[in-house]
């Protein structure tokens, strides 16, 4: 298990300055959830941890994350993979003609022998629906089913820290229940998270710790039933008047 932390964490696209001076933590074995409207910064903090900010032309000009103290920030997005963290980027990202198999071991690369098959056999566990359509190219799969691909290809890794942008999004309810309820049975199992995610109800029931993003800063904080029971908060997010 292993704590997250980000310090004082400032991030520029160019001339834009997505995140400024933001700071939080996931403790170990917590899920920890990122609120926040459109354009916030959700995704460019997901980013900045996972290493995949380079990718974006985005650059951390001030600030650390780091996992036990250890600095993740400065590192390439596979080596943070191999820290321990990974992260499940918005709109699923699957390999589309690829097999679910072939998902699932793209994942696993670079994982030692032994552990790629314990997170194999966890996968296994957690959605059997991938198993019984392991030779199907991943494009054929529904928005449910490919959110689960893109969270077992995660899980792959067998980190200690999952990172999850809006995992969701655009599923009909019963599917993002679904979502919900593994996102719970991974935390069970020891996984730390980090979720970021538009369905504030959803977040805060899952959380016991939220952060509000607005405009690259962290505007609220609190234990998510706090947060929950906000007038402010039921007021902007919860569509409560
Ligand atoms: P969303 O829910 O829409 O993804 P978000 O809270 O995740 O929103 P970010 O995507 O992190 O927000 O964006 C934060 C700010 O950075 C916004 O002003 C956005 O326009 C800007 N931004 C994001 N990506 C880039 C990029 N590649 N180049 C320039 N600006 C960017």
């Known amino acids: 298990m292993a704590e997250l932390t980000v310090g004082d964490l400032v991030v520029d696209y160019g001339p834009v300055r997505a995140l400024d001076g933001v700071s939080m933590r996931v403790p170990s074995g917590a899920v920890v959830a990122v609120l926040g409207a459109n354009g916030a910064g959700k995704t460019t903090l997901l980013r900045a941890v996972s290493g995949t900010l380079r990718f974006q032309r985005g650059r951390i000009a001030r600030g650390a994350v780091e996992l036990d103290g250890d600095r993740l920030s400065g ?22 003609r690829m097999t679910v198999e072939e998902n699932l071991r793209a994942g696993g690369l670079g994982t030692p022998r032994r552990a790629a098959a ?21 494009g054929l799969l529904s928005g449910g089913e490919q959110q689960m691909l893109a969270i077992g290809r995660a899980l792959m890794a067998g980190p200690s820290v999952l990172l999850l942008d809006e995992p969701t999004l655009g599923l009909a309810p019963q599917m993002a229940a679904r979502i919900a309820a593994t996102i719970r049975a991974i935390n ?54």
């Open 75 to 96: 590192l390439a997005a596979a080596a943070v993979v191999r820290r321990g963290v990974t992260h499940v980027p918005e709109g699923r990202r699957v390999f589309a």
């Open 188 to 241: 069970a199992a020891g996984t730390s998270v980090l979720l970021v995610e538009q369905n504030v109800a959803t977040a805060l029931s899952l959380a016991s710790y939220a952060y509000v993003l607005e405009v690259g800063g962290v505007a609220m904080e609190g234990p998510a039933a706090e947060l929950a029971a906000s007038d402010e908060v039921r007021r902007r997010y919860l569509g409560v008047s």
């Open 118 to 138: 314990e997170a194999r056999e966890r996968v296994r566990e957690l959605f059997p629906v991938l198993a019984e359509r392991s030779r199907q190219p991943a």
